[in-house]
């Protein structure tokens, strides 16, 4: 079983910059592929980022390729997104995910746990 809590999320004006952690229970925190998905009110959830188990491979979403960066640190068990150029757009619910997978993945439904969300709002 792994918990996943996020942390970080807040208001920033458009062209500020925010770093979401998220902290991982387990012992096989570093087996598994970490994600980051976001969800917009009335929008369903979406890809956002992704690292794999060795943190070798990423894999962004193009709306947010050049302004975020995702990193992991096995040893702390963490995962972070660092967030830069925020647009109003940007403004959603971010959810860490875990999967088990030696690959990255991309795909919602391939994630096997959630955290439960941290609200990062980006003004104009």
């Known amino acids: 079983q792994v918990q996943l809590v996020e942390s970080g999320g807040g208001l920033v004006q458009a062209g500020g910059s925010l770093r979401l952690s998220c902290a991982s229970s387990?012992?096989?925190?570093?087996?598994?592929?970490m994600g980051w998905f976001r969800q917009a009110p009335g929008k369903e959830r979406e890809f956002v980022a992704a690292?794999?188990?060795?943190?070798?491979?990423?894999s962004y979403a193009d709306s947010v390729k050049g302004r975020f960066t995702i990193s992991r640190d096995n040893a702390k068990n963490m995962v972070y997104l660092q967030m830069s150029s925020l647009k109003p757009e940007d403004t959603a619910v971010y959810y860490c995910?875990?999967?088990?997978?030696?690959?990255?993945?991309?795909?919602?439904?391939?994630?096997?746990?959630w955290g439960q969300g941290t609200q990062v709002t980006v003004s104009s």
């Open positions: 387990g012992r096989t925190f570093s087996t598994y592929c």
């Open positions: 995910a875990a999967a088990r997978a030696l690959v990255v993945v991309t795909s919602l439904t391939e994630y096997n746990y």
């Open positions: 690292i794999s188990w060795n943190g070798r491979r990423t």
